[in-house]
């Protein structure tokens, strides 16, 4: 039975491979979509892990500082320093936004960081693969590999520019833009401050308002113009707790007396894996179907028309006895053979191709598993429509015109 399979594809072994590279093209397209998606977890859940916070404080009732924004006023983390069990609170802002180098965009996620220490205060890059950390309080940035940028090299940031003093590793979004780290009192002018036509039309509209423009109370409009230039917003508070501390008792805490909202870090891998990244997984899932619809159709294909090139020598093997058993495990084993050439092919350029997609692709040891069962899975499954119709065939036809 066994030479019978092989014998059969060595007769027709062009066939077989040319087929088999197809197929394993279409399973290499699926192993990279599976790694997209383990690439988009892999993200979110570095971006908490590099984040260094234990609670994520935000604007009261909203899902922030990466599902949707989050606005504080910049003194709320003193408030929760005197919280007990709170070790370290830090303001930070996120933006997503093109910064400019040279003659070129770079979409990334730029990130304010309050003054403080790498390993210490949260929101730091808590590595650097080369270079230093930021010492200046403006002007100075640290930059994840996956820019392009190099130590030295000068972005524009709104009206300012840069410098790359410090470049970091998989610091990226749960989008997998690559982080930009800059000083919070930048980025906070970055984020928030309007630009120049607008501030001077705001300012005219102030002035030419008697309720700030009041000659009996000088300094008035002063201090209004200054607040509407100076901005005191942040996107969230990131926490750090002491050792054996309960973060359900702070955020209990939290949210009852400062009316802010907090997540621990369960819940906030649960916001950004079951919310943003949700529609992704059923995108990707839905891809996945197809191209298991698709590859099972090929294989089907290529063993019912072996299968039909060989209907007299099916009908020898009746005649001269043999079991149905043999003819159907030899037509299965064909099948077999197939998707081992296509799970192959599929395996070698899947981790090839990886590393030259725009986002991170992930490809786990288990998914090349469970996807070379499904392989064969579909592979045994497709040659039931060719066993069934050499299993009809008359052993009359090998005697046949």
Known sequence: MINLASRDI???WGKFIFTGMGLGLLIGVTLVMAGVYRGLVSDGKSLLDNSGADIWVVQQDTLGPYAEPSSLNDDVYRGILGIPGVEQASNITYLTMQVRHHDKDIRVMVVGIAPGMAGKTPGWPPFLVAGRHITRSHYETVVDIATGLQLGDKITLRRNQYTVVGLTRRMVSSGGDPMVFIPLKDAQEAQFLKNNEAIWLDRRKTQANPEFNRPNVPGLLDAVLASKTSNLSVNSVLVTLKAGVDP?????TIERWKYLTAYGRAEMEEIL?????????RQIAMFLVI???????????II???????????????????????????IVQQSVVLGIIGFVVGKITSSFSAPYFPKYVLIMPEDSIMGFVAVMIICILASLVAIRMALRVDPAEAVGG
């Open 10 to 12: 060595l007769h027709s």
């Open 248 to 252: 359900a008792q702070v955020i209990n």
């Open 273 to 281: 894996v079951g919310k943003m990244i949700a529609t992704s997984a």
């Open 291 to 301: 191209l298991a619809v698709v590859s099972a159709a090929i294989v089907a294909f």
């Open 304 to 330: 019912y028309t072996l299968t039909m090139d060989k209907i007299r020598e099916i009908a020898v093997l009746k005649l001269i006895g043999t079991r149905n058993f043999t003819i159907a495990a030899m």
